[in-house]
Nanobody, 114 residues
Framework: QVQLVESGGGLVQAGGSLKLSCAAS???????MGWYRQAPGKQREMVAA???????NYADSVKGRFTIPKDNAKNTVYLQMNSLKPENTAIYYCNDDRWSVEYWGKGTLVTVSS
């Protein structure tokens, strides 16, 4: 069982930046990690992902603004969010996919004011 704890959410003005963190209770060396979000009344969607080999994938709506670095030594993956927009308001969830078993954090709320 892997526990994921997100942090770093909060209220930010449009155009601002936030950095989310996801600390895993186990090693993330051999896992695919991702960030998802769910806005009110909408389905959960993938925001960014980083696979074991280090390749990254981003939702079209965040390309060029968000990045997903990770620190294997700290078992932590981050979501650096720049140029935030009100439509980025959502609960952001960390996802750990190891050997097709998925784990989720409880989420952290990001609110972007206009």
């Amino acid at each position: 069982q892997v526990q994921l704890v997100e942090s770093g959410g909060g209220l930010v003005q449009a155009g601002g930046s936030l950095k989310l963190s996801c600390a895993a209770s186990g090693s993330i060396l051999s896992t695919n990690m991702g960030w998802y979000r769910q806005a009110p009344g909408k389905q959960r969607e993938m925001v960014a992902a980083i696979i074991i080999a280090g390749s990254t994938n981003y939702a079209d709506s965040v390309k060029g603004r968000f990045t997903i670095p990770k620190d294997n030594a700290k078992n932590t993956v981050y979501l650096q969010m720049n140029s935030l927009k009100p439509e980025n308001t959502a609960i952001y969830y960390c996802n750990d996919d190891r050997w097709s078993v998925e784990y989720w954090g409880k989420g952290t709320l990001v609110t972007v004011s206009s």
